[in-house]
């Protein structure tokens, strides 16, 4: 009995330690030097706290969210560029990301679809660095990760890794920055959900990244991703050649150049990115895809559908190569009457 009440009493003593000392514990920053953060415009709660936590700043992303919720942090997050000293709390937190610093920032877009080169392009034209830094850069930000998917065959290691979406820059920030805050962002498109889909799959990330680029370069609208890639999942499991357009285009260009008309010739092209040549995936991602292409390719349409081209108001859909022919000779019909 009384080896109980001894336990008893060390388990009180405890809970009673716990309860009073472990908040405090969590809400002091684990960071022994100063680190430089930067929060882009837009930033979700789970954004934040997931950089946070990865740049070693905070011990819980949990409790970082649950004591933002409490403050209100949650709904009133700016954007800005902030240095977090070691052993702060997270009351000094919640006011940098409540003010921000971004005093004049320079805007820019990245449009959904874009290579990694075109992204590239569009820093250099908002004057924050030259295209090759940006592509040194994401080299050396990819060299950072723990990716273990084959490199040789891919023109660029982080492409279809950069979130596309519009982002409030400050001329202070260092080219790899960028590549960070456009990392980060589509790390934080990948929610648990999103995570725990890609295991039931049975895909990688990589795998996953290069079906969701393969639609959005290929849909039309929002209506027609979940189609398209329900295509694209059925030729895979017949083991029947992908034959889609982009995936040529990227491949001739090598990511950088583009041509806007496939030829048959293109067609012969013995790059492995060629998905009338290649069977299955190609090494990569071709372009940047949007998180609704991204859900897209979790979440495919369950159809029997083998083939699509354009028609009227976006793609149309067959199961037989009959059926194609006939769309694709409406499709040149209507191309011919315009």
């Not at 090759?132 to 065959?153: G, L, M, N, R």
């Not at 680029?213 to 029947?240: F, P, Q, T």
């Not at 559908?305 to 859909?317: A, D, P, Q």
Request: hydrophobic share 35%; with cysteine; glycine share 6%.
């Amino acid at each position: 009995m009384k080896k109980f009440i001894c336990v008893l009493s060390i388990f009180i003593i405890m809970s009673f330690s716990a309860y009073y000392y472990l908040p405090s514990y969590l809400s002091t920053t684990s960071n022994i030097e100063d680190i430089k953060i930067t929060v882009p415009s837009g930033a979700s709660l789970n954004y934040v706290a997931e950089l946070l936590y990865q740049e070693g700043i905070i011990k819980s992303k949990l409790w970082f969210k649950y004591r933002s919720q409490q403050e209100g942090i949650d709904r009133n997050i700016k954007p800005g560029s902030y240095t977090l000293p070691p052993n702060i709390k997270f009351e000094e937190i919640f006011s940098l990301l409540q003010r921000g610093t971004l005093e004049k920032p320079i805007i820019v877009t990245i449009p959904e679809g874009f290579t990694l080169y075109q992204i590239a392009t569009r820093i250099e034209g908002a004057g924050l660095g030259t295209a090759e830094e940006f592509v040194e850069a994401t080299k050396q930000y990819f060299k950072t990760k723990e990716h273990t998917f084959d490199t040789t065959e891919v023109f660029f290691e982080m492409e279809g890794y950069l979130y596309p979406d519009t982002y409030y820059f400050s001329e202070k920030q260092t080219v790899l920055e960028i590549v960070s805050i456009l990392a980060k962002t589509m790390e934080g498109v990948f929610t648990k959900e999103y995570r725990q889909r890609t295991e039931e799959m049975g895909l990688s990330l990589h795998e996953v990244l290069t079906i969701a680029s393969l639609i959005e370069r290929e849909a039309s609208h929002d209506g027609e991703r979940a189609a398209i890639s329900g295509v694209i999942y059925n030729r895979l499991k017949k083991n029947m050649l992908l034959q889609i357009d982009a995936t040529v285009i990227y491949g001739i260009g090598k990511g950088k150049e583009h041509i806007n008309r496939v030829l048959f010739a293109h067609l012969e092209d013995a790059s492995p990115f060629n998905t009338y040549k290649a069977q299955g995936l190609p090494p990569g991602p071709i372009a940047a895809p949007s998180k609704a292409s991204i859900h897209a390719a979790l979440y495919p349409e369950d159809h029997d559908y083998l083939y699509y081209v354009l028609g009227e108001g976006g793609h149309v859909f067959s199961k037989t190569y009959r059926e194609h022919e006939i769309n694709v000779a409406n499709y040149r019909k209507m191309v011919n009457q315009n």
